[in-house]
């Protein structure tokens, strides 16, 4: 799956042109996907910043093209880094780079579900993966996209993940 596709949809959809018009210092931050490895069951946005309105909008891609302007998380002073939504990496190749490295640091589970957000860190592009393993554990990683090296990967199970929520929530 490649994302151009993607992008060749959003930009010739009335919902972008309209925002285009109405935000036109809006800038593409991040791709956002999530990949059903079972079910197929996948989701493709992609978010720009709007300067003007310090918001994200969220243009989702699957069916008919929608926009949700959505507040920023945290109020900080500087606004997201542009990213050039080109990417060296096909979303269909990150669980075959996942379950390399996998493999090479014997971890034998399978991979069931990737949520992967693309953006720019520190001036390089970088895919920030979550990954729902059979065995109840979740994987997270950070993979380059020019030299398609795993920066990181940490495994860690659901259970330890569930013992640091206070048990008031």
């Known amino acids: 799956m490649k994302i151009q596709p993607y992008i060749e949809k959003l930009e010739k959809s009335e919902t972008y042109k ?12 991040a791709g956002f996907f ?18 003007s309105e310090k918001k994200i909008a969220a243009f989702s891609l699957d ?20 990213l050039d939504i080109q990417t060296k990496i096909d979303l269909d190749a990150l ?8 493999h090479n640091r014997g971890m034998s589970e399978e991979i ?6 693309v953006q720019t860190v520190k ?6 993966l979550n990954c729902a393993l ?7 990683s ?13 495994k860690s199970s659901l259970m330890d993940i569930m013992k640091k929520i206070p048990s008031s929530q």
């Not at 069916?63 to 542009?82: I, R, S």
């Not at 001036?123 to 920030?128: A, E, L, P, Q, T």
């Open 142 to 154: 950070h993979i380059e996209d020019d030299s398609k090296t795993v920066l990181k990967i940490e």
């Open 34 to 51: 999530v990949l059903d490895l079972e079910e197929g069951n996948n989701l493709h946005q992609i978010d720009f910043y709007v300067p």
């Open 112 to 117: 069931r579900k990737i949520i992967a957000v």
């Open 18 to 29: 309209n925002f285009k018009t109405k935000y036109p210092d809006a800038f593409v931050i």
């Open 123 to 128: 001036g390089k592009k970088i895919w920030n």
């Open 134 to 140: 059979s065995g109840m554990e979740v994987l997270r």
């Open 63 to 82: 069916g008919e093209v929608t926009v949700k302007l959505l507040e920023m998380l945290k109020k900080e002073k500087k606004a997201p880094q542009k």
């Open 95 to 102: 669980s075959g780079i996942l379950a390399d490295e996998m």
